[in-house]
């Protein structure tokens, strides 16, 4: 079976800092990557996803994330976190032709003003 | 727009006692709809999936079972509740083709005492 790695489980910062969240999968095939993110008090919603096409993607807030196939990866980027960046943040596969996705256990990001 | 309730939005429920949480999608037909758990610190477990009517995948073997008996309704329940299952249940929805984004409700705090 799949997994998905987050290998930062907490993550504090001050704002103006720049933020990278691992995310590794074990999947060799074609997947659908996502990050998702659940600020305090709100529903997990969409960050940002990656189908095809360029690696790169960007999503809300100022937030990137780049698909390395290679390194089964897909790190979360943002080059300068405010203090509304705080909130816990998801990576999740799902496998080409599969209706279940995998999440990883997610991080925590506490970002100071 | 697409929107997805929960209710209720808590609960605390004696060990024994019967469960239903509910869920309801509005605004897409034929959505893919799943149960979750949420722990602190250990990601979001799948709990079951339906992409149909009468259609129920459980991933868990557990207390707890679902039923889909409307196009946009997802039902959790369980005949008699353990400690264990205190936890925080979301359910969300996703367009009926594979491997697409996933959209989340508020989500249920069920404390079991």
């Known amino acids: 079976a799949q997994s998905v790695s987050q290998h930062n489980h907490h993550v504090i910062l001050s704002e103006a800092a720049s933020l990278e969240l691992g995310c590794n999968y074990s999947?060799?095939?074609?997947?659908?990557l996502f990050w998702y993110v659940q600020y305090p008090g709100q529903h997990l919603q969409l960050l940002l996803k990656?189908?095809?096409?360029?690696?790169l993607v960007k999503g809300i807030k100022g937030f990137e994330a780049e698909f390395i196939k290679s390194k089964f990866s897909f790190n979360l980027r943002k080059p300068s976190v405010q203090w509304s960046d705080t909130a816990e943040y998801f990576c999740?596969?799902?496998?080409?032709?599969?209706?279940?996705?995998?999440f990883g256990r997610g991080t925590s990001l506490i970002v100071h003003p | 727009s697409q929107t997805i309730h929960q209710w209720p939005a808590t609960l605390v429920q004696p060990v024994g006692s019967p469960l239903s949480l509910e869920c309801t999608v509005e605004?897409?037909?034929?959505?893919?709809l799943y149960w979750y758990r949420q722990a602190a610190g250990r990601g979001l477990q799948l709990l079951f999936y339906?992409?149909?009517?009468?259609?129920i995948s459980s991933e868990v073997p557990q207390n707890l079972s679902a039923s889909r008996p409307q196009d946009r309704q997802f039902i959790l329940s369980s005949k008699k509740l353990l400690l264990s299952d205190s936890g925080f249940y979301l359910c969300?929805?996703?367009?009926?083709?594979?491997?697409?984004?996933?959209?989340f409700g508020p989500g249920t705090r069920l404390t079991v005492l």
């Open positions: 605004g897409t037909s034929n959505p893919n």
């Open positions: 969300a929805w996703s367009v009926s083709t594979t491997g697409n984004e996933q959209f």
């Open positions: 339906s992409v149909g009517i009468g259609q």
């Open positions: 990656y189908f095809s096409g360029d690696p």
């Open positions: 999740a596969v799902n496998p080409g032709g599969s209706y279940i996705p995998t």
């Open positions: 999947y060799g095939g074609t997947v659908n």
